[in-house]
């Protein structure tokens, strides 16, 4: 083999593999390489808005997930904004118990915005989500335990559904409905915060408060992002 195509044959497998299991390794992936990966006579896309024909569209579930800071809103409202260009219908919902910063809008920590939905419970987004190409979920640790079923059921009717949640709490437990999110979902994107302690990847979201209550709603002057080994320090 050439030298050259040897190469090209590499880096094509290589950003194969990242797109399907190290997401992370993206950002260091040649520009040339990243726009289309051939296997199997298709093309894998990373997240590309659903450009199949409307009567021949297929849904899938996307998980986005991470400790507290890590940037799940800000991505969740990123896929969804790309969505919109591409003139697809697009509803947002998050739980109704979420209104740390709007009734309304999904907002990252970084000040982005969406409009959404507050919903009290998953089973109110089946009646909702009529006539829509995507639907976003942010936030989705608070919802109730049916929240799976209604993502399978809205993927199997041809819709994107993106997801955005915790997938642990404060004590590094699986969190609500996430790790059943996690187990159904074609794609899921682990996201890091760094560690407010070492300055490494962290994945924990450590409360500074003493309150055993599963759900306490909070930013920074409750929780903080923390490495394994500096929750563990901490927790100690």
Known sequence: MHPHTRSEWIMKNA????????????????????????????????????????????????????????????????????????????????????????????????????????????????????????????????????????????ANTGIRVIVAGLDMDYLGKPFGPMPALLSMAEYITKVHAICVKCGSLAQYSHRTIKDEKLVVLGETDIYEPLCRHCYRKSNA
């Open 15 to 154: 950003v194969e593999y990242c797109v399907t299991k190290c997401l992370f390794l993206w950002p260091w992936v040649p520009h040339q390489f990243r726009i289309k990966v051939i296997k199997n006579q298709q093309t894998l896309c990373m997240f590309l808005e659903n450009d199949i024909e409307r009567s021949r569209r297929r849904g899938w579930i996307e998980v986005i997930c991470g400790s507290m800071f890590s940037g799940k809103t800000e991505e969740l409202i990123r896929r969804l904004k790309r969505a919109r260009i591409a003139r697809l219908k697009v509803e947002i919902f998050k739980p109704a118990i979420d209104n740390r910063y709007d009734e309304e809008k999904v907002v990252s920590h970084d000040a982005r915005e969406i409009m959404s939905t507050p919903v009290p419970s998953s089973s109110n987004i089946l009646l909702l989500a009529s006539d829509v190409d995507v639907i976003g979920i942010d936030e989705a640790q608070f919802f109730d335990m049916g929240l799976p079923d209604v993502c399978d059921q809205l």
